[in-house]
């Protein structure tokens, strides 16, 4: 089952990126997850008894004035209603209730999803209590205190978030058709479901900005997740292009297999290598499309020269799986969901025990692990807990000594036995003493 996804909701200044910083436990508002890729960081993975849900931050954008201000926020909240779970309203004490609070908590209201009125900067309980109580005045329910610099009032507040995640995603948990998101600047849905029977009409998405179809292909079902339009630009400022990365995350985070699609003419923009870098964090299959190919001037180096750009700019997910297609002429489009399915296939792929510590065995052979100040390294032991993404646990003496390479080394090994390709791999290194048993 999918993270439920909770949107921090706001008008500026009033502490949204303290808020989701604090939860997430570190400030992430940008940070250099791999080689060649910076991305704004408006999504976070937060546990809170036992319970999981990715948490978005709208915040970051100032309007120069109260018109803009006020369409700041609707298109902030239509994202919120959009794409969220449950909508965490941030407001201020200190400024206490303005207009543009009153017309974004109707448009929450009316949206009938989960809202949790959160007052923010209430350093003092005991002074600012009575002014907490103002905010009853927007009408959707009981506003929560909170400091989100001091980290005071998260307890009270969290279980009334996670109070709204038992009705989540019952419908989805228990589909088991594959799902497929389609993200990226053209979409190719349209061409896929005219080439296809469609098993039902289109089914709008009513907690998300985007359309699930069902379709059928080579005698098997699939959910399309269309996320047309995810990379509109906004009408109100050029920066709220960001929020579109939002709406993405949802998608990925519904998704079994993500195939990216982009535009053959442009290559590879950084919005692409984003989009890769959600689904590669979330372990999530992957297909990179590359389409218009019709229209690229060709010779025999052409497919190996994209390839290559592909693999450089995307270096932290060299697994993924690369077709090129013309959804305008159908150019391969019949080999996709071929692709697909073999994708599907390696995310659900389980290896035995036993070959397992053969392979890394005959690894450890070939290449001693490493050693510092006179430990070694040893592997006892390594096993397979999970699928979707493929997830390995490897025992040690001393998993400080555990370097990455030596985990991507052994990673490489497995591939080269198993492939898995178009999927990540997931490794968690434990400790063992020797003498356990």
Same mark, same amino acid.
């Given at each position: 089952?999918?993270?439920?996804?909770?949107?921090?909701?706001?008008?500026?200044?009033?502490?949204?990126?303290?808020?989701?910083?604090?939860?997430?436990?570190?400030?992430?508002?940008?940070?250099?997850?791999?080689?060649?890729?910076?991305?704004?960081?408006?999504?976070?993975?937060?546990?809170?008894?036992?319970?999981?849900?990715?948490?978005?931050?709208?915040?970051?954008?100032?309007?120069?004035?109260?018109?803009?201000?006020?369409?700041?926020?609707?298109?902030?909240?239509?994202?919120?209603?959009?794409?969220?779970?449950?909508?965490?309203?941030?407001?201020?004490?200190?400024?206490?209730?303005?207009?543009?609070?009153?017309?974004?908590?109707?448009?929450?209201?009316?949206?009938?999803?989960?809202?949790?009125?959160?007052?923010?900067?209430?350093?003092?309980?005991?002074?600012?209590?009575?002014?907490?109580?103002?905010?009853?005045?927007? #009408? !959707?329910? +009981?506003?929560?205190?909170?400091? *989100?610099?001091?980290?005071?009032?998260? &307890?009270?507040?969290?279980?009334? %978030? /996670?109070?709204?995640?038992?009705?989540?995603?019952?419908?989805?948990?228990?589909?088991?058709?594959?799902?497929?998101?389609?993200?990226?600047?053209?979409?190719?849905?349209?061409?896929?479901?005219?080439?296809?029977?469609?098993?039902?009409?289109?089914?709008?998405?009513?907690?998300?900005?985007?359309?699930?179809?069902?379709?059928?292909?080579?005698?098997?079902?699939?959910?399309?997740?269309?996320?047309?339009?995810?990379?509109?630009?906004?009408?109100?400022?050029?920066?709220?292009?960001?929020?579109?990365?939002?709406?993405?995350?949802?998608?990925?985070?519904?998704?079994?297999?993500?195939?990216?699609?982009?535009?053959?003419?442009? #290559? !590879?923009? +950084?919005?692409?290598?984003?989009? *890769?870098?959600?689904?590669?964090?979330? &372990?999530?299959?992957?297909?990179? %499309? /590359?389409?218009?190919?019709?229209?690229?001037?060709?010779?025999?180096?052409?497919?190996?020269?994209?390839?290559?750009?592909?693999?450089?700019?995307?270096?932290?997910?060299?697994?993924?799986?690369?077709?090129?297609?013309?959804?305008?002429?159908?150019?391969?489009?019949?080999?996709?969901?071929?692709?697909?399915?073999?994708?599907?296939?390696?995310?659900?792929?389980?290896?035995?025990?036993?070959?397992?510590?053969?392979?890394?065995?005959?690894?450890?052979?070939?290449?001693?692990?490493?050693?510092?100040?006179?430990?070694?390294?040893?592997?006892?032991?390594?096993?397979?807990?999970?699928?979707?993404?493929?997830?390995?646990?490897?025992?040690?003496?001393?998993?400080?000594?555990?370097?990455?390479?030596?985990?991507?080394?052994?990673?490489?090994?497995?591939?080269?036995?198993?492939?898995?390709?178009?999927?990540?791999?997931?490794?968690?290194?434990?400790?063992?003493?020797?003498?356990?048993?």
């Amino acid at each position: 089952m999918s993270r439920p996804i909770v949107a921090i909701v706001g008008r500026p200044n009033v502490g949204k990126s303290t808020l989701f910083n604090s939860l997430a436990g570190e400030r992430i508002s940008i940070v250099k997850d791999y080689p060649g890729v910076t991305r704004d960081r408006i999504y976070a993975d937060v546990t809170w008894l036992n319970n999981q849900f990715t948490m978005i931050d709208t915040g970051g954008i100032e309007p120069d004035s109260k018109d803009e201000m006020l369409s700041y926020m609707r298109a902030q909240a239509q994202i919120a209603i959009d794409t969220a779970d449950v909508i965490v309203f941030l407001v201020d004490v200190r400024q206490g209730l303005v207009d543009s609070d009153f017309k974004v908590a109707d448009m929450l209201r009316r949206s009938t999803k989960p809202v949790v009125l959160v007052v923010n900067k209430v350093d003092s309980f005991e002074k600012l209590l009575p002014d907490v109580y103002e905010f009853y005045n927007l #009408g !959707i329910g +009981e506003p929560f205190p909170i400091s *989100a610099s001091g980290k005071l009032g998260f &307890g009270e507040m969290l279980d009334e %978030v /996670v109070k709204h995640f038992t009705s989540g995603n019952t419908e989805e948990s228990t589909d088991e058709r594959p799902r497929i998101a389609i993200v990226g600047k053209s979409s190719i849905v349209n061409k896929l479901v005219g080439e296809t029977r469609v098993i039902v009409s289109n089914i709008a998405g009513t907690t998300r900005d985007a359309i699930d179809t069902p379709i059928r292909r080579n005698g098997k079902e699939y959910i399309l997740i269309d996320t047309a339009g995810l990379r509109r630009k906004s009408k109100i400022k050029e920066e709220l292009e960001r929020f579109s990365i939002i709406r993405t995350v949802s998608a990925v985070e519904r998704a079994d297999v993500v195939v990216l699609v982009i535009d053959a003419i442009e #290559g !590879i923009t +950084e919005q692409d290598a984003k989009i *890769a870098g959600i689904a590669h964090d979330r &372990g999530k299959g992957i297909v990179i %499309v /590359v389409n218009k190919w019709d229209l690229i001037e060709k010779n025999n180096k052409t497919v190996n020269e994209y390839t290559n750009d592909i693999k450089e700019v995307l270096a932290f997910m060299s697994y993924a799986e690369i077709i090129f297609i013309s959804a305008e002429t159908g150019q391969r489009m019949h080999k996709l969901f071929e692709v697909i399915e073999v994708v599907i296939q390696n995310q659900n792929l389980r290896v035995s025990t036993g070959v397992l510590n053969e392979i890394m065995m005959e690894a450890t052979a070939l290449q001693q692990p490493p050693s510092d100040k006179g430990k070694r390294l040893k592997l006892y032991y390594i096993t397979q807990v999970s699928v979707k993404p493929p997830t390995f646990v490897i025992f040690v003496n001393d998993k400080e000594l555990m370097h990455f390479s030596y985990t991507r080394y052994i990673e490489n090994k497995i591939r080269e036995a198993f492939g898995f390709s178009g999927t990540s791999l997931k490794f968690f290194i434990r400790e063992r003493k020797e003498n356990d048993k």
